[in-house]
């Protein structure tokens, strides 16, 4: 696991290594065990590759940069392979030979002999970087990019009029001086609609995202062209899509699912350091700690607690330690711990976001007892039909049908009798999204996001920002110049149209939600405390063996997450299986009441100076009002906060 950074100019004026060693060093949290540098190549003149090094796998080897034998190929690698060991030996039967122990090893002679074909042989959550010196391949040096196909690991890139640069971290890129302290309108209305800034853009302009599943190669003397992300993985093409024996009713599926996720925890447990788990009383978690449990003796758990309120899971979390035999350890949190620790959760943040913190704290607990890697369930609620938007969007489906058999402005004058109607106490926020969804359902690609949104279309949204749509601008060479939200909600929602009902909604949470904000606040804030998040419900084996199946074998009716119920009815507790679904979140409402209201009361009072330029500060008042006279959730006038805190960090003016 490590942060890695490169960067290539076009002009021999720029200091390339000096840029690259600030990026570094911005990321020095990602990597405390090392570092390394690839400069002064003379075969690629103005690039410059940096990493950040924690190890976990072959800790006296493994440094980076890696060659190949005949020194034409290396690779900076941030990720696990958990496969490396079978690829080491097919590696080997072809007449490879390696250098240190670790899976960067095997990365860089797998592309050595399959180039681009390696990416599907790869088991694992990685970002990497590939320097491809030999002119059998090209006749100029080659930077290859890549990224994971559910984009567990990150990679962000700029392309700036001197060249082009990459990193782990959008601070990192931020530190160089590479990229403008500009804060992108386009991602700033994702950010407000959504919680969190949207694939592939970032809150800075000029500043993308590569997407989960996408690669991109640049040629190193060409580098003021732009060049393109393009996918390299498609789940419809994947072995379990195309296997004409995949089991087609429910039982079946239980029955060959329980083996895949024994296999996929026991692959994610491959390390040379201790491995820990993050242990709530929900069912993904519970699932990871009893197969982990099995797999290894006195694994140590960690749970977050909140004594005396409704949010304590610490009970049910204990009943699964003991059935587990995990070392567990209970974290209490409570709004005096939170006060005085906020501010470096804040600062733990790559980009903001409204989620994020309790990872944090749960990472800080373990790192305090020495661990570098610890499991974590998420993904069990995308994979398995989790979440309340799997029967949100049928509904919003049937009200948006009968909104289009009427004229828009007959739409526009009925929408405040709907959101009255539908407002009861506590769904306010339901209510204005169903309002939004009928008013004009047209307005974002698929209806799945209404039910996500945190201020959905108009409404709130127009009081706080002019809201900008924009899809992708697209060159004279059809090389997407400026990638957009939008148009990657638009994509995804295109093939979220070609699967059955929940399978669609599965696709859409893994392809948005759980991308841009459960998976990037993970890696942001464990990363922060030098920790390794891994997440075996996301195993692309077993992702792809689920996605496979028709909704007839993946869920029941009236019933969360059957098929994983039913797939591990023998393993988990019996407590477990009975209790009622719960959302793990903190108790934010108490305490934005309490203890972190003149927090939020004092910032609203003062904009940050880059944010005030864009964001409407009476809009940002009206909110915190609304939450304050309990009209509106916490998550808004939170995820205003963490915006304005953000911007106050990172962009000054």
């Known amino acids: 696991m490590c942060g890695i950074c490169g960067a290539a100019f076009a002009t021999p004026k720029q200091d390339t290594e000096s840029r690259v060693r600030v990026m570094t060093a911005a990321m020095a949290h990602r990597g405390p065990d090392g570092e390394g540098f690839l400069v002064n190549e003379p075969r690629a003149p103005g690039l410059a590759l940096g990493m950040r090094r924690l190890s976990i796998i072959d800790l006296p080897g493994g440094h980076q940069p890696i060659w190949n034998e005949t020194r034409d190929v290396a690779v900076i690698f941030n990720g696990e392979l ?38 599907p042989e790869f088991r694992g959550m ?80 000029g500043v993308f995202s590569l997407p989960p599943g996408h690669k991109m190669m640049t040629y190193i003397p060409e580098r003021r062209r732009v060049p393109r992300a393009r996918p390299w993985y498609d789940a419809a093409r994947s072995s379990a899509a195309r296997d004409p024996n995949r089991p087609r009713e429910f039982y079946g599926a239980a029955r060959l699912l329980g083996p895949r996720l024994k296999e996929a925890v026991e692959a994610h447990l491959i390390a040379d350091v201790p491995v820990g788990l993050f242990l709530s009383s929900g069912l993904d978690s519970s699932a990871i700690a009893m197969l982990a449990g099995r797999a290894k003796a006195g ?34 949190l409570d709004g005096a711990a939170i006060l005085s620790r906020i501010d470096e959760a804040l600062a733990a943040l790559d980009q903001p976001t409204m989620d994020g913190i309790n990872t944090y704290f749960v990472s800080w607990a373990a790192r305090q007892v020495g661990l570098k890697v610890a ?79 945190l201020f959905p279309p108009g409404g709130h949204l127009n009081d706080l920002v002019d809201p900008r749509f924009r899809v992708s601008a697209i060159g004279s060479d059809g090389v997407t110049l400026d990638p957009t939200w939008l148009a990657w909600f ?47 419900l996301l195993d692309t084996p077993l992702v ?47 305490w934005l009441r309490g203890p972190l209201r003149a927090r939020l009361d004092a910032s609203f009072a003062s904009p940050s100076s880059s944010l005030a330029q864009h964001l409407h500060f009476d809009g940002v008042h009206a909110v915190w009002n609304d939450f304050l006279a309990g009209k509106t959730s916490w998550s808004r006038p939170w995820s205003l906060y963490v915006l304005n805190e953000w911007c106050r960090r990172y962009l000054p003016a």
Request: with cysteine; proline share 6%; hydrophobic share 45%.
């Open 82 to 119: 958990y496969n490396y060991r079978q690829l080491r030996d097919s590696l080997a039967l072809c007449g490879h030979r390696f250098s240190t122990q670790s899976d960067t090893d095997i990365l860089v002679h797998a592309w050595e002999e399959w180039g681009e074909d390696c990416l």
């Open 299 to 332: 694994i140590q758990s960690f749970t977050l607690t909140f004594p005396g309120t409704t949010f304590d899971e610490a009970a049910l979390a204990r009943v699964v330690a003991d059935r587990c035999g995990s070392q567990h350890t209970e974290v209490p």
């Open 490 to 536: 638009q994509r995804v929602a295109d093939e979220a149209a070609k699967l059955e009902p929940v399978a669609a909604i599965s696709w859409l949470e893994m392809r948005t939600y759980m991308a841009s904000t459960l998976l990037r606040d993970t890696d942001s804030v464990s990363m922060a405390r030098s920790l390794e998040v891994r997440v075996p």
């Open 126 to 205: 990685f970002a990497f970087a590939v320097l491809d010196l030999r002119r059998r391949h090209a006749t100029v040096p080659v930077l290859f990019l890549a990224r994971d196909p559910l984009g567990i690991k990150p990679l962000y890139y700029t392309q700036t009029t001197d060249g082009f640069a990459f990193a782990s971290e959008v601070r990192a890129l931020l530190a160089s001086g590479l990229c403008p302290r500009q804060i992108s309108q386009d991602a700033l209305t994702a950010y407000l609609l959504f919680g969190s800034v949207s694939e592939p853009v970032t809150l800075l302009e």
């Open 544 to 590: 792809e063996f689920v996605s496979a199946l028709p909704d007839a074998a993946r869920s029941k009716q009236g019933s969360q997450k059957a098929l994983l119920v039913e797939a591990l009815r023998d393993v988990l507790p019996p407590e477990i299986l009975k209790q009622r679904k719960r959302t793990f979140t903190l108790p934010w409402d108490e």
């Open 375 to 453: 499991l974590s369930g998420l993904g069990g609620d995308e994979l398995f039909a989790g979440y309340s938007t799997f029967s949100d969007v049928p509904r919003l489906n049937k009200l948006a049908q009968t909104a289009k058999l009427l004229p828009a402005p007959l739409r526009r004058a009925l929408a405040p009798l709907l959101r009255s109607m539908l407002g009861g106490a506590g769904r306010s926020d339901a209510a204005s999204k169903a309002a939004s969804a009928w008013t004009d359902p047209h307005v974002l690609p698929h209806l799945y996001f209404f039910a996500r949104a």
